[in-house]
Structures are given as structure tokens and as C-alpha cells.
């Protein structure tokens, strides 16, 4: 069942039933405010989670609706939960939304996949873009723009909080899958992220991270290792993506190395982006890559 904890005077979260290798113990449904609610991402669609959430809201009326992206342990439930409370769903856009257009082009020719879950369904009854400005209960509800881990990922900044969804979380490093995931995305918005200054981050997985400021420099460190561990394999000669998982991720079950291949194929993809590597004959899983030549 759905386990629910107080983390403010008026913030509540209830952390689903869809435990995972990738979700930890579970998505976090987090319930902000008093007399009026604002639910961030429901969820799941799961009859025990949304009893629980039911029971959780009571009486009280729902304001609104707030996704951070359209995976499937994230906004299915967001659908059932506007039907039967009559709130609107809020997010950046369908799940389409905020992808590149050279991530747009990498899709259209096949690059689609990998297991990430995207919910291809969701369909937000009102967009909102990086910055809007939502009032609840006399506090402003402000929308971050944050793709990377997915093109229509938002953060939501509340008094001095960022429901940080699943860009920062601190329990594990977040999984980048293109066309939806984005390495030199991702790392922008680390930056714009780090800039807000947050006091507590309270992500999509995973308990509160009270130290922002280290958390988002951890996660900056592990990406730039994991593309120094790339261009050092790389030195050696060309390779396939297969090869470099085999050399880079030792300490990884082999059950989550098709995922880590995922990621690879995104730090690659970024690396040719910046012309520090070539692939042949055109980025896909299965391509060749080596160093570009440099001098």
C-alpha cells in the first residue's frame, strides 16, 4: 500500500506501490497545501494508490494537478485523478514536448526505445512554460524548465523547495535514454537548477536532499566521470556501445546493462554533437565510435 509521511505543516507525500531497480521504493505523490491541494505527480495508474490518495485528500478540494514529466510511474494516474476531483493537469507539454530537433531527428530515424516507460498518451489540459507563476494558498508555485532526463521535465519551485522530479534525486543518478533523454540538456539544467538555491530538494524517488548545493555537484562529477571513462576506452580504438558497458560499468548487474547502454549512447551522442567523437556510420546502438581526430 501507498505509505504517506508529513514533511511540512503542508506538504504530505505518499510514496506509490511500484517499487524498482529504476523508481527505488517508489514515486513520490506529494500533496501541497491546506484548505485547497496541489497534487505533484500522481503517479502510476494503480486502484491502491489512487485509494490512497482519495483517503489522503478527504474533503478538501484540488486546486491543481502538477506533472514533472510523462513517464509511466509519473503522470497515468494524473487522468483518473482530474476525472474524479474535476482539477486540471498541468505540465510543460505532451510527451513529446521540449525535445531538440536534433533528438526529434534521432527519433524519426529509429532511436526511439530502451525500456524508459514514456507514457505517449499524457496530454496536459494546460501548458506551462519555463517561469510560469501558479498562486497557491498566497504562495507562488513557479515552473522550472528542466529537460534532460526527459524534453518536457519541469521542476516546481515553492518557498524555498524544488520538487525536483526525477532530474536530482539522491538515492541514484538519473537515467538519460534518447531521443527523450539529453546528456548536454541534462547538464545545462544542473546549472539552472544549482542557481535557484534551493533549501531542500524533494524528488520524484527517494527520500528529501538536504544539501542541494553537493548533490547537484555529485551528479555533475558523475556525468563528466562517465565521459572521461568513454574517451579513455575510446583511446584503446573504435568500439561498440556493448564494449564500452562491458568496460565501464564492472560494478553493474548485468540485468541493468541494457539501461546502461542507454546511457553510453547519450554521452556519445553528446560527444558528437561537440565533434569529440565520430560514429559509424551514423549514431544508433549499434554503431561504431571512435575519437575524432584532433590538431
Not at 225 to 242: D, H, K, N, Q, V
Not at 265 to 273: G, I, Q, R, W
Amino acid at each position: 500500500m501507498s505509505v504517506v509521511c508529513d514533511l511540512e505543516p503542508d506538504l504530505r507525500v505518499l510514496v506509490a506501490p511500484n517499487p524498482s531497480p529504476m523508481t527505488g521504493a517508489g514515486t513520490n505523490t506529494y500533496l501541497l497545501g491546506r484548505a485547497a491541494l496541489a497534487v505533484i505527480d500522481p503517479g502510476p495508474e494503480n486502484s491502491a494508490h489512487l485509494a490512497a490518495l482519495r483517503a489522503a485528500i478527504g474533503d478538501r478540494p484540488v486546486a491543481m494537478i502538477l506533472v514533472t514529466h510523462a513517464h509511466l510511474d509519473h503522470s497515468p494516474l494524473a487522468r483518473t485523478l482530474s476525472r474524479v476531483t474535476g482539477a486540471p493537469v498541468l505540465a510543460y507539454g505532451d510527451a513529446r514536448a521540449g525535445r531538440s530537433a536534433r533528438m526529434e531527428a534521432l527519433a524519426a530515424q529509429g532511436l526511439a526505445g530502451g525500456g524508459e516507460g514514456v507514457d505517449a498518451a499524457f496530454t496536459p489540459d494546460r501548458c506551462i512554460g519555463d517561469g510560469a507563476a501558479l498562486l497557491h494558498e498566497g504562495a507562488e508555485i513557479r515552473a522550472l524548465w528542466t529537460p534532460g532526463h526527459f524534453g518536457n521535465h519541469l521542476c516546481f519551485s515553492w518557498r524555498g523547495a524544488v520538487f525536483s522530479g526525477d532530474h536530482v534525486m539522491g538515492w541514484s543518478s538519473t537515467f538519460i535514454s534518447p531521443p527523450d533523454g539529453d546528456i548536454g540538456a541534462y547538464m545545462r539544467a544542473l546549472d539552472r537548477l544549482e542557481a535557484e538555491g534551493a533549501r531542500v530538494l524533494y524528488p520524484g524517488h527517494g527520500a528529501p536532499v538536504a544539501d542541494p548545493t553537493a548533490r547537484i555537484a555529485e551528479l555533475r562529477a558523475h556525468r563528466l566521470a562517465r565521459e572521461a571513462a568513454i574517451l579513455a576506452a575510446l583511446e584503446a580504438g573504435a568500439c561498440r556501445i556493448t564494449d564500452l558497458v562491458a568496460a565501464i560499468y564492472t560494478d553493474t548487474p548485468t540485468a541493468m546493462h541494457k539501461a546502461a547502454a542507454r546511457n553510453v549512447l547519450a554521452h556519445l551522442l553528446d560527444l558528437e554533437a561537440r565533434g569529440r567523437v565520430i560514429a559509424r556510420p551514423e549514431p544508433a546502438l549499434d554503431a561504431l565510435y571512435m575519437l575524432a581526430a584532433t590538431g
